[in-house]
């Protein structure tokens, strides 16, 4: 389990590196085609918002999956470690359906842009659509991920103090 983890962030990671550069090479280039040349390009713009888009929820899921979202404990941590656990799991349930719901959403998304394309770039729309179905799916599937880790890890952790 953790490996699948381990190479789902690698891939991740590398991806909205491309992703991140791409779009600031448009928004540079959108800038000098802009300023300098006096011609401004109609792809330029779109594809970094595109990427934008893709970086956001692609990156989601990275946070997602490294545990670096924002919690905000200060009452969570005055409770009982036992329903710590449960508010936990219950925090994790409601950010698997909101993922799931918005990889459906996602999905309707694509189904429909498949029939659009973009102004600028004349690409389908369902590119850029599934950006927001692929990373809301990522986000579902790596929580559930890991909570099959830490369960795992939990029972070793009690098999080791058994066996002591």
């Keep these: 389990m953790r490996t699948v983890l381990r190479t789902v962030e690698w891939v991740l990671d590398k991806v909205l590196i491309v992703l991140f550069a791409a779009m600031v090479f448009a928004i540079a280039w959108q800038v000098f085609a802009r300023y300098i040349l006096e ?3 109609a792809w330029s713009e ?3 918002r595109f ?3 893709a970086v956001t929820m692609l990156g989601s899921a990275l946070v997602v999956a490294r545990q670096g979202h924002v919690d905000v404990t200060v009452f969570v941590e005055l409770l009982p470690t036992a329903v710590q656990r449960v508010l936990a ?3 994790d ?3 698997v359906a909101m ?3 918005l990889a459906w959403a996602g999905w309707g998304l694509v189904e429909s842009g498949g029939r659009r394309v973009s102004s600028g770039l004349g690409v389908s729309m369902a590119i850029p659509y599934s950006a927001v179905a692929i990373g809301s799916a990522l986000i579902a599937i790596l929580v559930i991920l890991r909570h099959f880790r ?3 890890e939990d029972d070793r952790n009690r098999l080791d103090e058994d066996a002591a």
């Design 51 to 53: 990427h934008m888009v």
């Design 93 to 95: 349930l409601l950010i």
């Design 46 to 48: 779109e594809l970094a």
């Design 150 to 152: 830490a369960s795992r």
């Design 89 to 91: 799991v219950v925090r």
């Design 39 to 41: 011609a401004p390009t």
């Design 99 to 101: 993922g799931g719901f």
